[in-house]
């Protein structure tokens, strides 16, 4: 494997991995947020607050697709 689609299978794997831990960090922020200040936690804010987990997971498992495909465009 050659520099161009290295480096671009580790942008994947890092941004993927970015998400994943942002997605995570806002979630357990909320819920931590609301148990301080005694509200009730909203499911639906609290998945809101993961969907940058759900989008970070399948660019993780499909991170060698999305590199060749950007290693393509950019050639």
Same mark, same amino acid.
């Given at each position: 494997? %050659?520099?161009?689609? $290295?480096?671009?299978? @580790? /942008? ?6 970015? &998400? ?12 931590? %947020?609301?148990?301080? $200040?005694?509200?009730? @936690? /909203? ?6 607050? &993961? ?25």
């Amino acid at each position: 494997m %050659d520099a161009p689609p $290295r480096g671009a299978l @580790i /942008l994947v794997r890092f941004v993927a991995a970015g &998400l994943i831990g942002l997605g995570c960090l806002d979630s357990g922020l909320y819920i931590v %947020d609301c148990l301080v $200040r005694h509200q009730t @936690i /909203l499911p639906w804010r609290a998945m809101l607050e &993961l969907v940058p987990f759900f989008v970070g997971i399948p660019l993780l498992i499909k991170s060698r697709v999305v590199a060749d495909w950007i290693s393509e465009i950019l050639d």
